[in-house]
């Protein structure tokens, strides 16, 4: 493959707000070349995902920043072109965070092998993934949603929130999803199985919110923020669990909105009610890793659970695909297409 | 006793704000007679407590409010003063929730046996009652403060917080208070050993509180809300656990500060952070009273723990003694003295 131009994209400045084109460079690059114990690889597939937003920033976080002129951060499913690497072989198809490039040498530390024969091979960077897990997770680890309970989860038709609610339901619990869009809602309704979701855009969210959820709500997965989250907090039931996974309302924003803090709503809430208000990333609960791929896998080969895939074809659409997910634009896990296999 | 007059205090009114002395009414009532499977108790000490604002309000709470007319609703010390109830004689001290009066009648249910040769009776209400076995359980069970982390508590003079903090420092932490005006700072770092305490009525909270503060915090004890919240809340540590227990800073605000909830500040900061926020009320953790009350009566007699009384003598002061309270005016535990026993 040695002379086959690749390409990359890198962060060029630092977005004030919501991300532009010119935040990011595309430019070409040398396919390289793996020394001893390494291994080339070609990314098939680059998953596109809201954390991303954060690496953009050097605003304090649980995770260091992309550096300016350095390739953008992203997780892949790739295929092996050459290796030096002992249990990686030519045609292997592996998960592996090579970033936005169409190619990579790794010392094999941070790959995985996939099965082809398990599932589709882009699943591993969805369902079967870091999103997956998020939501298996932020549900079942913090949400410990019980039969008969009420489960709402923002971004109900994204990557993490669609199957939220489908992990919910499986669990015997009522699940609701909030969405942008009508589209958005009937998918989450009538392809996931939710009992019932409401479109964030479609005016007096609080008041739809609540006849949607008759008997409050017991479990929140937290997605979004802002007004989405201030439209749930009310409806909260005593002892609610609320797995506080994302941000995407807030990621563009330059700064907190002005005027008191207004925490007391909040934290008063916490006290009568008793609620758990609790941040994680999927990291925190690596040791779970196992225990979600087998059951996961196992209700998507029964059939319990779907997933839809939103797809962006080439490298160079990247950047305009990642503006459009912190948009809400996206229906279904983003991904890029960077190559095809074989 | 019969015929000797006692007295009671009821809720004549629902304060609006700061309770007034006119929102009770003290009216003399006669000693009642104990039927059969009865026992007449003379209260000998009440206990004030902050939750009593709650219970003043028709506002909705984890508890029923009182009734206009009805005797205030509170935790005694009382002396059996006659019995035809089983396992209670004429002479034994029990714990008893017989309210703002100077008797009750009681079928002992509610009322448990306490052992005057273990410890001061009064003890029974604050150390060894239920501000112990909040800051107990609220410490551990939800805030598990490590060796060398640092545990900030709030109201860290009061019957909670000077018990948190102490049992932090048994647990190897470091402990830093927050109280109001420099007598209380005092006590609390030179009586109960405090690491630190920071007086949050001396100006610039927030950069006190850092400076006592250098490696942030763990674990914050929330007793307070509001200002002391804010104070406290940019400097909490990834993975930081906190138990709220109480918001008295707003026990009689009418309505929330104006203007857009901001919530995002707070919900951002739990994501990045990986924070727990999580209510409590004593009795969630019921289950844990026999290893609570071990616990504490051990480091009790190994002076490992020291409490302070604030004592109000007659049962007529119960309702300025309260008033006084929630403006954070008492020194330590609040007890009412109606009795002496004997």
Redesign the interface.
């Known amino acids: 493959m040695s002379g086959t131009a690749g390409k990359r994209v890198l962060l060029a400045a630092r977005p004030l707000g919501e991300p532009k084109e010119s935040d990011f460079r595309i430019e070409d690059m040398p396919v390289p070349q793996p020394g001893p114990g390494e291994m080339l690889l070609r990314t098939l597939w680059l998953s596109l995902d809201p954390y991303m937003r ?1 690496r953009m920033s050097d605003a ?3 995770a260091t920043p992309v550096a300016i002129g350095q390739v953008m951060e992203g997780r892949t499913v790739s295929e092996v072109l050459a290796s030096n690497c002992d249990g990686f072989a030519v045609g292997d198809i592996v998960f592996s965070p090579n970033g936005w490039q169409t190619y990579a040498v790794s010392d094999g530390k941070l790959v995985r092998k996939i099965d082809p024969a398990l599932a589709p091979i882009s699943t591993a960077l969805g369902v079967l993934g870091m999103p997956g897990m998020t939501a298996y997770t932020g549900l079942l680890d913090i949400g410990k949603p019980q039969a008969g309970e009420t489960v709402v989860v923002s971004a109900a038709s994204g990557a993490v929130g669609s199957l939220v609610g489908q992990i919910a339901r499986i669990k015997g619990a009522r699940a609701v999803g909030i969405a942008g869009g009508p589209d958005k809602c009937r998918y989450v309704v009538e392809q996931l199985g939710f009992d019932a979701c409401v479109d964030h855009r479609g005016g007096d969210l609080p008041a739809r919110l609540k006849a949607a959820c008759p008997k409050g709500i017991d479990v929140y997965f ?1 997605n979004v ?2 007004s989405v ?2 439209a749930v ?1 009310p409806l909260l039931n ?1 002892f609610a669990r609320v797995p ?4 995407i ?2 990621y563009n ?1 330059t700064e ?26 999927v990291s ?1 609960f690596a040791a779970r890793h196992g225990v979600f791929l087998r059951a996961v896998s196992a209700w998507l080969r029964e059939g319990r659970i779907k997933y839809r895939e939103d797809v962006a074809d080439g490298i160079e659409k990247a950047p305009r695909a990642l503006i459009g997910l912190l948009r809400g634009e996206n229906f279904g896990k983003l991904l890029v297409r960077v190559a095809r296999a074989g």
Chains 1, 2 share one sequence.
């Open positions: 954060g304090p976080s649980y937290e923020g802002g989250f201030e907090f005593n506080v996974c994302g941000q309302a807030t924003a907190m909105p002005a005027g008191e803090l207004r925490t007391s709503a909040v934290t008063r809430a916490i006290l009568t009610k008793r609620l758990t208000l609790r941040g994680f990333i925190d």
